[in-house]
């Protein structure tokens, strides 16, 4: 951006605030699990040296491998033979390398946890339910038992009893890109949470599930809640624990925006990148429609380098930078988006060389304001939500349910001389 129409530039003041969650303190692993595996492990009925697959998404989850390594010890000591497998749908460029290679970021390693990781995009037909095809990842349906773990939370495109868990991942997730992709497809002409919960309770009937880890995090993405689900108790206890996970889930504390500005966007953050149940835009045409927040412009900085490339998602924002577009594997993107069956989620919004390009158009796109009243909100991601920074016309319509802390200083936004944002936030640019 030239100097000079940096310098002027003309923005409100801002003020930090503090969002003062209500949250529930970390959990010890061992301990959850210690606590819930006699109950498990009774009631498991099978030869000693089984082959039992455990299914791992693609999510970035707080004490992922430290889970998977327990209970891979835990069926080894029952006598089994377990091995890790992905259970995330066309992630990871659907390929068995690309998904093996998500895990290994995620540190799943057969060093870390273990027990070998064994991959495939293959899938067993299991037969049909109301129409909806149901399929299998084929080392799944060749083993003697299957375990998921997963994060139990609100979905990103559906609201149900059940959402994003372990149903979800029996019938995405182990359907590999062509399980993903069919259901997607069909999302366009019946309902998503329909098809996923149909074919989801389906696939734990007919195949060898012997238990699902459900995982809860807080507002500070500490493991705060571990519970074991037997396979006919999946439904149940998602359906109880994403009750909690629902009341749990940071939000802005707005209900009405003018510009949102986003640091960074991520596969690793939301599997939509921006969270829609942050923000309340889904771009895909089966998504939720979500009446609150409103938000007239949304302006996204960067990439996340966990999004390997992935900007799923960018959709949803209404500007974007060049060094984001840069980033973008267009390949990786390309399989998410169609597997999907949401090529809308790609659309590349207008974008610029710099930060300071892209406020100032944002700037020319909102309604008629001042200094005093124009709502900006400035957040590292739809993830991490305590800390933000907004604008002083933000002061006066707070929503009141929200607990905030409220700095005294009025600051500006600032730059650099390359043009960029320089994030009060995280001291990162």
């Known amino acids: 951006m030239k100097s000079e129409t940096l310098r002027t530039l003309q923005l409100p003041k801002m003020r930090m605030i503090r969002q003062r969650f209500e949250i529930a303190p970390p959990v010890s692993v061992s ?40 209970i891979v010890d ?13 259970a995330m749908g066309s992630h990871g460029g659907a390929t068995a390398e690309g998904q093996m290679d998500v895990l290994r970021h995620r540190g799943i390693t057969k060093e870390r946890v273990g027990a070998p990781i064994k991959a495939t995009m293959d ?12 399929f299998l990842d084929r080392l799944a349906a060749e083993a003697d038992g299957i375990v998921l773990v997963n994060r139990v939370k609100p979905h990103t495109n559906f609201i149900g009893p059940t959402e994003s868990g372990i149903t979800k991942m029996m019938a995405i997730g182990l359907g590999n890109q062509k399980g993903a992709e069919h259901y997607h497809r069909l999302s366009l002409v019946r309902s998503q949470y329909e098809i996923i919960s149909t074919a989801g309770k389906a696939l734990l009937e007919k195949c060898p599930v012997l238990f699902g880890v459900c995982l809860l995090e807080n507002q500070a993405h500490e493991t705060a809640r571990i519970k074991i689900a037997l396979s006919d108790e ?45 923000v309340g835009r889904d771009v895909c045409v089966y998504g939720a429609k979500r009446p609150w927040p409103k938000i007239t412009r949304i302006f996204v900085r960067d990439l996340t ?7 799923l998602g960018i959709a949803q924002a209404d500007f974007t930078t060049r060094r984001l577009v840069d980033k973008i594997d267009f390949d990786v993107s390309l399989v998410n988006a169609i597997t999907a069956c949401c090529p809308e989620s790609m659309k590349i919004p207008l974008t610029f060389e710099t930060d300071g390009e892209a406020i100032a158009t944002a700037l020319k796109t909102l309604r008629p304001f001042d200094h005093k009243d124009i709502r900006i909100v400035h957040i590292k991601n739809t993830l991490e939500l305590t800390k933000l920074m907004v604008s002083v016309g933000c002061l006066d319509s707070f929503k009141k349910e ?4 409220i700095g005294s ?13 320089i994030s009060h936030l995280y001291n990162q640019k």
């Open 234 to 278: 999946v439904a149940r206890i998602e359906s109880e624990l994403l009750k909690t996970a629902r009341s749990w889930l940071p939000t802005l504390p707005l209900d009405e925006m003018d510009l949102l500005i986003i640091d960074e966007m991520g596969k690793d953050i939301s599997g939509e990148g921006i969270d829609p149940c942050v």
């Open 123 to 134: 899938v067993q037909p299991m037969g049909e339910v109301n129409g909806i095809p149901l």
């Open 409 to 421: 200083e009025d600051t500006a936004l600032a730059f650099d001389d390359s043009g960029n944002l």
């Open 305 to 311: 380098d966990g999004s390997e490339g992935s900007a």
């Open 74 to 86: 835990r069926l080894k000591k029952a006598g089994h033979d377990p091995f890790v497998t992905p």
């Open 402 to 405: 929200i607990d905030l802390e």
């Open 31 to 70: 301990a959850e699990l210690d606590r819930e595996w006699p109950r498990v492990n009774a009631a498991l009925d099978l030869p000693s040296g089984s082959k039992i697959a455990i299914g791992v998404g693609s999510r970035g989850i707080a004490n992922l491998s430290v889970v998977v390594q327990d």
